[in-house]
């Protein structure tokens, strides 16, 4: 970053916010993307934020066999984009580290043939890796939803073998103004209700005053 690349964050206008620490119980990876008022965001922008969200979801709630990769995986994540002709240019996944590197493989979800090292090793119970579909209109703004899962051993009544699923490791509210109720399924509406329900329980006793009434707003259902 230079003087020149920075840019001041201006009224009515899309922030992009990726962090994240290494704590003694491991590393964090987030991202979330906000509106800042005190419009309201557009319609376009509302379309593809929730497009975003639409794969993020997605990728959140598939169940897959042993022995699948990431390269398998990552078209959930890229489906709702895709659909109305957008994309985006780097991985959806990587595996994350405690202590070491913050992108650390084997594990990775992104295009097969992409020339990224990982999207074809077998994701296995233990691995954690990001969740992580944007989309950047260039010289605009950006997009980007970001929570860590972990795969997980998942039962299913008369499967054939073993299948896998991801449990979500990162507890913090999406911007709900950015979202365009009308594209979203009702799997999905009770998706992000789920989620910001355990949010609200995780986070909420943590917090009083006007930090637990915002809290309460974010998280209220859709």
């Not at 003087?3 to 916010?17: A, H, I, K, Q, R």
């Not at 970001?146 to 008369?158: F, H, K």
């Not at 006007?210 to 974010?218: D, G, M, R």
Request: overall charge negative; proline content about 6%; hydrophobic content about 35%.
């Amino acid at each position: 970053m230079t003087d020149e690349s920075n840019l001041t964050l201006e009224p009515n206008s899309v922030f992009l916010c990726d962090s994240g620490g290494q704590y003694p119980a491991g590393t964090t990876d987030i991202t979330r993307t906000v509106w800042i008022g005190p419009g309201e965001p557009g319609a376009e922008v509302k379309a593809r934020f929730t497009r975003v969200l639409k794969g993020h979801i997605a990728l959140d709630r598939v169940l897959f066999p042993k022995g699948t990769a990431g390269s398998q995986l990552d078209i959930l994540a890229r489906h709702a984009l895709w659909q109305a002709g957008l994309d985006y240019a780097h991985g959806t996944g990587h595996g994350v580290g405690s202590f070491l590197g913050v992108h650390e493989g084997p594990q990775r979800i992104a295009k097969s043939g992409g020339g990224q090292p990982g999207t074809e090793q077998a994701l296995m119970p233990g691995m954690i890796l990001s969740n992580e579909p944007g989309y950047y209109k260039a010289g605009e703004y950006g997009i980007r939803i970001e929570n860590l899962v972990l795969v997980v051993p998942r039962a299913i009544p008369g499967a054939e073998g073993e299948f896998y699923g991801f449990e979500t490791l990162t507890f913090a509210p999406i911007e709900k103004r950015l979202v365009d109720t009308a594209l979203l399924t009702e799997e999905e509406k009770a998706w992000w209700n789920a989620y910001h329900a355990r949010v609200n329980e995780l986070i909420g006793p943590q917090l009083d005053g006007a930090a637990k009434t915002w809290l309460e707003e974010q998280c209220a259902p859709l």
